[in-house]
């Protein structure tokens, strides 16, 4: 088991930026991957970022060049920065984990991109 903890959401104006943190705990060692999705009103979940248990990265065409996917492994916690938000980005994110075929989610934090 993976829990998984977001934070770090609000409201900017376009142009800002918000940095968005996933606290990890449990099974940790069994993670393959971290990814960030998002979920904006009335559309599906999309992935957004991810990063592998190598440090691999990858990232959505939509983000490239203005979001950051790292993670700190002392403090058990992956990060989203997101700079030059876009009223586009408006959405809730949410952080996931795999473990094999099982994905871990976490409860998903708000980010509300003003224009």
């Known amino acids: 088991q993976v829990q998984l903890v977001e934070s770090g959401g609000g409201l900017v104006q376009a142009g800002g930026s918000l940095r968005l943190s996933c606290v990890l705990s449990g099974s940790i060692f069994s993670i393959t991957a971290i990814d960030w999705f998002r979920q904006a009103a009335g559309k599906q979940r999309e992935v957004v970022a991810s990063?592998?248990?190598?440090?691999?990265?990858g990232y959505a065409d939509s983000v490239k060049g203005r979001f950051t996917i790292s993670r700190d492994n002392t403090k058990n916690t992956v990060y989203l920065q997101m700079n030059s938000l876009k009223p586009e980005d408006t959405a809730v994110y949410y952080c996931?984990?795999?473990?094999?075929?099982?994905?871990?989610w976490g409860q998903g934090t708000q980010v509300t991109v003003s224009s």
């Open positions: 990063i592998s248990s190598g440090g691999g990265l």
């Open positions: 996931n984990a795999r473990v094999g075929d099982v994905d871990y």
